[in-house]
T-cell receptor, first 115, second 111 residues
Framework: DAEITQSPRHKITETGRQVTLACHQT?????MFWYRQDLGHGLRLIHY???????NKGEVSDGYSVSRSNTEDLPLTLESAASSQTSVYFC??????????????FGPGTRLTVT | RKEVEQDPGPFNVPEGATVAFNCTYS??????FFWYRQDCRKEPKLLMS???SGNEDGRFTAQLNRASQYISLLIRDSKLSDSATYLC????????????FGSGTQLTVLP
């Protein structure tokens, strides 16, 4: 079955280290998204991509980067991890054959702790 | 005005009750609306999509009021397994492919 996976599921890292979170989907969706979720803030968009070689900043992109070299993967990199980046990170993807119908499907999440 | 606003609750209802959540949105041009369900510490899962005036799926009914810019989710005959946070989701102004998520309404169904 097609799916969207994230790895690792849990990660503890130290301040200042570079960290990469993986996201892989097998639906062949063009659109992929990274969110973070913190108590009191709901889901906030970090970066998104509408296709290979396309990347865009979301509302909370500072300190994060993404790259899209193929349809299936959108890795999220924290350039220099900070304690404020301790959060749960969700990857999502969407596709639509009909304009305006862009339901997103989520991966299981990565719980990141920066110490 | 926020893109999406929801009553955070919590809503505590007995099993078998009917409960309704409302959500207001600011993008009057939105053509699609969604309700997602999120269980504690897990990923959001699509519950219902709304493209016209409403949608019904078993015990769940979503209704859209474009004039007042709100959508509602009605859950009939609540089950213990319905306990979760319900997220109202709409596209933001200027982008159909992105989605803006409400902060969620917490529901607990009591035995």
């Amino acid at each position: 079955d097609a799916e969207i996976t994230q790895s690792p599921r849990h990660k503890i890292t130290e301040t200042g280290r570079q960290v990469t979170l993986a996201c892989h989907q097998t639906w062949n969706h063009n659109n992929m998204f990274w969110y973070r979720q913190d108590l009191g803030h709901g889901l906030r968009l970090i970066h998104y991509s509408y296709g290979v070689q396309d990347t865009n900043k979301g509302e909370v992109s500072d300190g994060y980067s993404v790259s899209r070299s193929n349809t299936e993967d959108l890795p999220l990199t924290l350039e220099s991890a900070a304690s404020s980046q301790t959060s749960v990170y969700f990857c999502a993807s969407s596709e639509s054959r009909l304009a305006g119908r862009y339901e997103q499907y989520f991966g299981p999440g990565t719980r990141l702790t920066v110490t | 005005r926020k893109e999406v606003e929801q009553d955070p609750g919590p809503f505590n209802v007995p099993e078998g009750a009917t409960v309704a959540f409302n959500c207001t949105y600011s993008n009057s041009a939105s053509q699609s609306f969604f309700w997602y369900r999120q269980d504690c510490r897990k990923e959001p899962k699509l519950l219902m999509s709304v493209y016209s005036s409403g949608n019904e799926d078993g015990r769940f009914t979503a209704q859209l009021n474009r004039a007042s810019q709100y959508i509602s989710l009605l859950i009939r005959d609540s089950k213990l397994s319905d306990s979760a946070t319900y997220l109202c989701v709409v596209p933001p102004s200027g982008s159909a492919r992105q989605l803006t998520f409400g902060s969620g309404t917490q529901l607990t169904v009591l035995p």
